[in-house]
């Protein structure tokens, strides 16, 4: 959006007040810090408000940021927030300790960000299995039916069941594991893919193939992930929130964890989302999240994610989140979408 150098300053500096106080900014109250009259001020705030950009309050004379106003700070207008010697020495030593896997860092990382911020963090670690296949084993139920059991390095296993419109033996069977097991045993699960979903030709035998099949629904059956949220109660000191009933609907919702999981890992566009009362539900209208999602290729890993009030302050947490995500994987990409 074009805007004035004044008006650009104006916006900016409702928006910085709405975050420190929570409470709607006058003419008045900005005619010393921008450097012009009332009459000017007010003149330049009905047009951010024609824009769309600050709305108006029934109960006060005062404007507030709305969405758009919020998107265009966010983008173009929010200082670039410098961490403390303090804040970096908390955030350091979180990561010192290097052993550590990767989602007991997440874990560990959405505790220290809810501290900081104050407001409610949540993480999201893949639950998918390691990364090779350890061994396969298929167990004959009858003619027309097998279990084949996936096991991976990481000790995890997946089962699925496979039905086939030929009839098998037990003898067969057996042979078939036994070569899939020399094929594939100790390769990455994305390199079976790749292989499993490749044309074969004619040369593969009807057990084989059946073989192959169940054991690609076992890699790419339904992600899984742990969810850990942090700092609920941080919420409950801002007016926002201070409606019960209200509040308790979003605690519902935050413990929600498959609506979580679907909200952090639909994040295709970039590496870290800022959301501005667009998380999907009427009870979240007034409330912000900002998502580092974790990429090992195209597929989601974990996520690092703040929960706080519309009003938030965006520039100091996104620099928080965004110096803890360099560090835990510092080869993603560093891109931002504001949606």
Request: glycine fraction near 8%; charge should be negative.
């Amino acid at each position: 959006m074009d805007l004035s150098e004044r008006k650009k300053q104006i916006l900016k500096s409702v928006i910085d007040s709405y975050i420190r106080t929570g409470e709607p900014v006058g003419s008045k109250a900005l005619s010393e810090l921008v450097g012009c009259s009332s009459a000017t001020i007010r003149s330049e705030m009905s047009e951010l408000e024609s824009l769309g950009l600050l709305t108006h309050p029934h109960t006060s004379a005062g404007r507030v940021p709305s969405d758009e106003g919020y998107r265009e700070y966010v983008a173009n207008l929010m200082a670039q927030y410098r961490l403390s010697v303090d804040e970096i020495a908390v955030l350091d030593s979180l990561l010192d300790e290097k052993i550590r896997e990767f989602q007991q860092t997440l874990e560990e990382a959405c505790r220290v960000l809810s501290h900081l911020t104050h407001y409610a963090a949540v993480s999201l670690a893949s639950a998918e299995p390691g990364g090779s296949l350890a061994k396969l084993d298929c167990i004959y139920v009858n003619e027309h039916s097998f279990l084949l059991a996936a096991i991976f390095t990481d000790s995890t296993t997946r089962t699925v069941q496979e039905e086939t419109d030929e009839a098998i033996g037990e003898a067969e069977l057996s042979l078939a594991a036994s070569f899939c097991n020399r094929q594939f045993g100790g390769r990455p699960c994305r390199e079976i893919l790749a292989y499993l979903s490749a044309p074969k030709g004619g040369g593969v035998s009807p057990i084989l193939g059946a073989v192959y099949h169940a054991l690609f629904r076992a890699l790419s059956a339904k992600k899984k992930y742990r969810v850990d949220v942090s700092g609920l109660s941080n919420l409950l000191q801002y007016p926002e929130f201070s409606d019960l009933e209200r509040t308790r609907e979003i605690l519902r919702l935050l413990e929600e964890k498959e609506q979580l999981v679907r909200h952090l890992t639909g994040l295709h566009q970039g590496d870290t989302s800022i959301s501005i009362g667009a998380l999907g539900d009427a009870s979240m209208k007034d409330t912000s999240m900002i998502v580092r999602t974790f990429r090992v290729g195209d597929d989601v890993v974990g996520a690092l994610g703040i929960i706080g009030p519309k009003r938030m302050e965006y520039s100091g947490t996104l620099a928080r989140l965004e110096y803890l995500a360099r560090r835990i994987l510092p080869q993603g990409n560093e891109r931002r979408e504001e949606e």
